[in-house]
């Protein structure tokens, strides 16, 4: 099959990455691949489309390469990846979603015109059907990490001189520290008799290293193979995220794939208002505190229940997060569109 992915780079949380990893396994598949990107504002990409006459085009992010009205020009099968609230914040899905309230959603000449719509969660086909989203043409595939090979799982191996091994007496936190990610909350509550890596970098760094106990190290931010290397070494990855989101964040798939159990927090909106609670609950990978929990008692928990759920863990990245199954959804998601894209 000829897929076309349009994407325009510069979008953070992860989606840059996760945009050529999904390119990277369809080639493996056998499909032949155009990536039609640009970094910044760029033309339209209907001229590299009708030279590369795909088989299906899968849209992705298109703020601020691309406009919208090239889309109705085209006549193809149209695939859209949605992710709201990951890539641009929470205020962006603020806005996106009190635009929808207005029937903005159902205006959108790439929402109007896709044949296919991808979610990352059964949360988000939820909201984007209480929108006014056909609910039918609303697909569930979470994004996937790629297999972490051997060498990668071995934390001796090859260290990077950016981070050090850890000895798995440590915790840590993997995330961009700004507001929505609540690191900055955990770092001011963390116990001395604990130690913390904290991975990342943000605008809220001078703040958390003030707040931050001794036992807390900022390491800044890696590069995803240290990352990989490192993860293995330690005791569980805590992830505080606040507030609502409605796809689990591509570091839980990462902390799976490494064998490491997560420890999630609730926030103030209650058990259903975020994503990654009720996977950790529901996938059986790792406990659950909330905000006001004593935290002390929450990591007590967590250590002596996460050595039993490394392979556990393992298991489920491969199962619901791995490569192979996010290649076989995505087939799936583009046989759907009948015998033009397919044949």
Not at 52 to 75: K, M, Q, S, Y
Request: charge should be neutral.
């Amino acid at each position: 099959m000829r897929i076309a992915v349009v994407h325009g780079f510069g979008a953070p949380g992860g989606e840059d990455e996760a945009v050529l990893d999904q390119v990277a396994a369809l080639t493996r598949a056998g499909h032949e691949l155009r990536l039609v990107s640009v970094n910044g504002r760029g033309r339209g990409p209907l001229e590299a489309l009708r030279a590369f006459a795909p088989d299906v085009v899968h849209v992705h992010n298109l703020f601020p390469a691309f406009g919208r009205a090239w889309i109705t020009e085209w006549t193809g099968p149209v695939v859209a990846t949605l992710r709201h609230g990951r890539q641009r914040g929470s205020r962006f899905a603020a806005l996106q979603f009190a635009w929808a309230a207005r029937g903005g959603l159902r205006q959108d000449p790439l929402l109007r015109r896709a044949d296919r719509l991808v979610v990352l969660s059964e949360a988000s086909r939820d909201a984007y059907a209480r929108a006014g989203l056909p609910r039918e043409r609303l697909e569930v595939v979470p994004d996937f990490v790629p297999t972490v090979e051997a060498a990668e799982v071995d934390a001796g191996a090859d260290v990077d001189p950016e981070v050090e091994v850890a000895d798995g007496g440590a915790w840590v936190c993997v995330g961009r520290l700004a507001p929505e990610k609540g690191v900055l909350e955990l770092v001011r509550r963390w116990p001395e008799g604990e130690r913390l890596d904290v991975i990342g970098a943000g605008p809220l760094e001078g703040r958390c290293r003030a707040a931050a106990p001794a036992s807390v190290r900022l390491r800044g931010a890696v590069g995803r193979g240290v990352l990989r290397r490192a993860l293995p070494g330690y005791r569980g990855i805590v992830l505080p995220g606040r507030g609502p989101r409605r796809a689990v964040p591509l570091v839980y798939a990462e902390a799976l794939a490494a064998g490491l159990p997560v420890l999630a927090f609730e926030g103030v909106e209650g058990a259903g208002s975020s994503a990654l609670p009720r996977a950790v609950r529901s996938e059986g990978t790792g406990t659950v505190t909330t905000l006001d929990a004593h935290l002390p008692d929450a990591l007590d928990v967590a250590a002596k229940i996460f050595p039993t759920l490394r392979e556990h863990c393992r298991a489920v990245y491969a199962k619901r997060y791995g490569e192979a199954v996010w290649t076989e959804r995505t087939e799936h998601v583009y046989a759907g569109l009948g015998p033009s894209a397919t044949e």
